[in-house]
C-alpha cells in the first residue's frame, strides 16, 4: 500500500479513499469501511472549505481594489478642477497647498499608507478651501466615504487571510488523520488475510504515483 506523496493535494487523498471505501464495502468489512468513510469525508469537506476560503480573498482583495480605484478617481477629480480654474492654477495655491507633492503622493501611495494620505488630502481641503468652494463641497464627501470604505475592506482582506489560514491547518489535520487510518487499516487486512491479499484493497501503486505526478 502507498499513499499518496505528504504534498499531493487532497483531492488525491480523496479518490484514495473513495476506492478503499468501495472496495471495503464490497468486501462486506464494515468494521473498517466506517472509519476509511468518515476520514476521506472530513478530508474532503476540509478540502472544499480551503478552497472557499481561497476564494473569499480574491473577492476581499477585489472590493478592496475597487475602493482604492474610487478614492483615486475622488482625487483625480479634485485635482483636475482646481488645475482648470486658470492657465497658472497649478503652480499657485490652493492648488500648490493641496498637491504639494503631486496626485501620485495621494494615487500612488502604499497600501499600507492609504488611509492616512486621503485623510492628509481631506484636511488640505479643508484648510486651503473656504466651505462652500465647490471643490471641497464635492471631493470631501467622496474621500471621507471612500476612506472608511477602504479601512473595511482591508479588515475584511486581513479577515480572510486569516481564515484561509485557518482553513489550511484544517486541511493538514484532517490529512493526518487519514493516513494513520489508511495505516491501521492496512494493517488490520495484513494480520486477517495477508500482506498480498491486503494490497487488493487499495489503489496500485502505479495508479498513486501517477496521482502525484
Known sequence: MRLPH?????????????????ALTYAR????????KQVTSRLKAA?????????A?????????AVDHGLDRAAQSARLALAST?????REAPYT???PFGIDYYASAPLDEQETRYRELVERLAAHLPPEHPVRREATPALEAGVAAFVEAEAAVAAARRAHAMARTAVESAQDS????????????IERFGRKAAERYFPRARRA???DA
Open 6 to 22: 505528504p504534498n499531493a493535494a487532497h483531492g488525491m487523498r480523496v479518490d484514495f479513499g473513495r476506492y478503499v471505501e468501495g
Open 29 to 36: 468489512l464494515p468494521e473498517l469501511t466506517g472509519p476509511v
Open 47 to 55: 478540502g472544499r472549505a480551503w478552497e472557499d476560503a481561497a476564494e
Open 57 to 65: 480573498i480574491q473577492l476581499a482583495l477585489a472590493e478592496r481594489d
Open 86 to 90: 486658470s492657465t497658472t492654477a497649478m
Open 97 to 99: 497647498s493641496i498637491f
Open 178 to 189: 487519514f493516513d494513520r487510518v489508511m495505516e491501521r487499516t492496512y494493517g488490520a487486512l
Open 209 to 211: 504515483a501517477a496521482a
